[in-house]
């Protein structure tokens, strides 16, 4: 582990490892979006097998929501060489940290794994599987930032 660390350890009482107001704001709007749309998709889809009809605005969101995709994986790279490394230094929220780092690189396989499934079998996986993980992201980022404040109350103290 300490091969990871260049030079002296990070002062925790300095909290390097909170994101800037800016990153905070981009991770905010690119995972509610993609969220929203992942949510407005899932229930396109249940209206189309009901009716075996497309919804009208259902290719719409489909598109906004795989658009996002790119932006997500920057985002997540981004996150995994600025946020995350700190955290593993500081060891700081490793399970809730784990837990979301986990579950994004899940829906990025996954979501890439729908664009390009052949077989019905695993799409239906793929479906499935995706839609699970994006649930449990806003509960393993809330728990993440519930962890931090408790983290970040301690040194406070």
Known sequence: MSSLRLGRPPDPAKRPSRLTPFTHTAVVALLSLSFLSGLAVWRGQILQARTMETPS??????????????????????????????????????????????LFAGLIISGTGLYYAGSAEWRNTLVWGHRVLGLLLPLCLAAHWAAGRRWANKLAK
Do not use: D
């Open 57 to 102: 605005w259902l290719p719409g969101f489909l598109v906004a929501h795989g658009c996002l995709n790119p932006f997500l994986c920057a985002l997540f790279g981004y996150l995994c060489c600025q946020h995350i490394r700190m955290g593993w230094q500081l060891k700081a929220n490793l399970a809730t940290g784990f837990s979301i780092e986990f």
